[in-house]
């Protein structure tokens, strides 16, 4: 099985050329990042720029005036209509956008349109499904409404969360041994126990910065995608871990700078403990009673 993890660190750098990622907005294509992940995530460059762009689109994106294919709404788009959304109504999230970085959603599908917001991967906000999408240079569009506005953001950074449930017990009796040298290489060792699909080439991304505090435990939350389901897009687990907290290591409102922390003890002397592994489903159809449909 083939993992790709999308690390912490400065660099959030887009999986593919084609991304857009949300914050100061610049897409693949132009030199900014917006968030419409196009590629692997219209995520950005890290500096939360935005994303929207399809790892598999053409990085050239075809002008929405040369193109007679479909109209939405009165307007010609590139592209056609796809029989591939969830139904109307339906609560989604942005998945697979790494921390610091958002996803762009647009006026139309496509990245030269303007950005109607941008959304954090776990930011508060309302996005619902319109139960439309749309192809565009083999990249796919969902139309969506986000916080009441009418928008579209690329599908390969949306999803729906099916009800979480505790994996821990499953998980820890996979590993065997819970220690691990870094809160890195747990997670990796996590995954791997999960045993996703073999041969499948999987995005993992931290959707959130994994977090040490004070009392020695540590948090952080990832998305594993790309898991050769097209019901189910992929996982979102929130992992846990206990470890031994280095003595004068400072911090504010009780969190630690966790390079610092891990950078604290080497060797044998310092080691991380799974505590605790909650996996939330990411449905690519719609929900139906809590689980992916």
């Known amino acids: 099985m083939v993992v790709v993890l999308a690390m912490l660190g400065a660099a959030c750098a887009a999986e593919s050329g084609e ?6 907005a ?20 890290g500096e939360g720029g935005g994303t929207d762009d399809d790892p598999a689109a053409d990085p050239e994106t075809e002008d929405p005036d040369e193109s007679d294919a ?53 930011a508060a906000g309302s996005i619902a499904s319109v139960g439309e999408a749309w192809d565009v240079n083999n990249g796919v569009w969902w139309r969506v409404t986000v916080n009441g506005a009418d928008a579209w ?40 126990a999960r045993n996703y699909e073999e041969a499948i080439e999987q995005r993992v991304v931290y959707a959130t910065e994994p977090v040490a505090f004070d009392t020695g435990v540590m948090v952080g939350v990832v998305d594993v995608l790309d898991v050769g389901d097209d019901a189910i897009k992929g996982y979102r687990l929130k992992i846990t871990m206990e470890f031994p907290v280095p ?18 003890a080497p060797g ?20 139906s009673g809590g689980l992916c449909s």
């Open 19 to 24: 991304e857009e990622t949300g914050g100061e």
């Open 26 to 45: 610049t897409s693949a294509e132009d030199g900014e990042t917006t968030g419409d992940l196009g590629d692997e995530a219209d995520a950005g460059d």
């Open 70 to 122: 479909g109209a939405g709404d009165g307007l010609a788009w590139p592209g056609s209509p796809l029989d591939f959304a969830p139904p109307n109504g339906t609560a989604l999230a942005v998945v697979g956008v790494q921390y610091d970085d958002s996803l762009n959603f647009r006026e139309s599908p496509g990245v030269s349109y303007p950005v109607v917001t941008s959304l954090a991967p776990l």
């Open 153 to 192: 953001a690329n599908q390969r950074f949306l999803g729906a969360l099916a009800d979480t449930v505790d994996i821990y017990d499953e998980v820890a009796a996979e590993l065997f041994v819970l220690k691990s040298e870094s809160f890195d290489s747990m997670v990796e060792r996590v995954i791997e």
């Open 247 to 264: 003595e004068d290591v400072g911090g504010e409102d009780g969190k630690l700078d966790l390079a610092v922390v891990e950078s604290g």
């Open 268 to 287: 044998d002397d310092y080691f991380v403990v799974l505590t605790g592994v909650e996996m939330t489903p990411i449905c690519g159809r719609g929900l």
